[in-house]
Nanobody
Framework: EVQLVESGGDLVQPGGSLRLSCAAS??????????MTWVRQAPGKGPEWVST???????TYADSVKGRFTISRDNAKNTLYLQMNSLKPDDTAVYYCARGPRFTVVGTPRLWGQGTQVTVSS
C-alpha cells in the first residue's frame, strides 16, 4: 500500500518560514521515478497546485508561491520537501504531497497523503 506521510506544518507568523516533508513508502517503483507534487487546500476552497518536481529535479511553481517556496527531493530517503519562506496569511491551508504531475493529482485526492496544516497568523 502506498503511503505518503506529510509533516512539518505549524502555526507561524507572517514572514516566517517552514519546511514540510513527505515520506513515501509502499511505492511500486523507485521513488526517484515518480514526478511529485505539492497541493494545498484552504478552508472552503478547492485544491490548489503549489509545485511539482520531475525525475530530473526540475521544478515548477504556482505564481502565488514563486520566489518564496522551494521544492526538493532526496531519493535516497524517499522524501519530498517544500521549503516555504516569507509566508503570508494566504498561504494558510492543508498541504498535501502527491505522486504524479500537476494535472493528474490536483483533482485526484486518492493520490495525496493525509496532509499537514500550515497556519500563518500573527
Amino acid at each position: 500500500e502506498v503511503q505518503l506521510v506529510e509533516s512539518g506544518g505549524d502555526l507561524v507568523q507572517p514572514g516566517g518560514s517552514l519546511r514540510l516533508s513527505c515520506a513515501a513508502s509502499g511505492l511500486t517503483f523507485s521513488f526517484s521515478l515518480y514526478v511529485m507534487t505539492w497541493v494545498r487546500q484552504a478552508p472552503g476552497k478547492g485544491p490548489e497546485w503549489v509545485s511539482t518536481i520531475n525525475t530530473s529535479g526540475d521544478s515548477t511553481y504556482a505564481d502565488s508561491v514563486k520566489g518564496r517556496f522551494t521544492i526538493s527531493r532526496d531519493n535516497a530517503k524517499n522524501t519530498l520537501y517544500l521549503q516555504m519562506n516569507s509566508l503570508k496569511p494566504d498561504d494558510t491551508a492543508v498541504y498535501y504531497c502527491a505522486r504524479g504531475p500537476r494535472f493528474t493529482v490536483v483533482g485526484t485526492p486518492r493520490l495525496w497523503g493525509q496532509g499537514t496544516q500550515v497556519t500563518v497568523s500573527s
